[in-house]
Nanobody, 124 residues
Framework: QVQLVESGGGLVQAGGSLTLSCAAS????????MGWFRQAPGKGREFVAA?????YYADSVKGRFTVSRDNAKSTVYLQMNSLKPEDTAVYYC????????????????????WGQGTQVTVSS
């Protein structure tokens, strides 16, 4: 298992930008596929983006969010632009071993390691 710690959340106005970071422990970060999920108040946790051999995005964030990783820093990022109030949620990063060719949203159960989450609030 890998330990994950998210950071970078906060309060931003609609139309603004934030970049979330997720730092992983361990020396084999490059062998992990990484995902971002979010949970809005009163709703279930949903997929946002994943990165491994390919990148994949939820339709709701496609064109606005960008997932990237720096294997030398064992960190995955989520650049969020053109934020909307409906993006308000706790954002979680997750990890699973493997080199995955994503062409659809992965289920949460695929990921064995999760961070504690970071709050993103978008005001209108």
């Amino acid at each position: 298992q890998v330990q994950l710690v998210e950071s970078g959340g906060g309060l931003v106005q609609a139309g603004g930008s934030l970049t979330l970071s997720c730092a992983a422990s361990g020396r084999t970060f490059s062998s992990y596929a990484m995902g971002w999920f979010r949970q809005a108040p009163g709703k279930g946790r949903e997929f946002v983006a994943a990165i491994s051999a390919t990148r994949y995005y939820a339709d709701s964030v496609k064109g606005r969010f960008t997932v990237s990783r720096d294997n030398a820093k064992s960190t995955v990022y989520l650049q969020m632009n053109s934020l909307k109030p409906e993006d308000t949620a706790v954002y979680y990063c997750a990890a699973r071993q493997g080199y995955i060719y994503y062409n659809s949203a992965p289920p949460q159960a695929d990921f064995g390691s999760w961070g504690q989450g970071t709050q993103v609030t978008v005001s209108s």
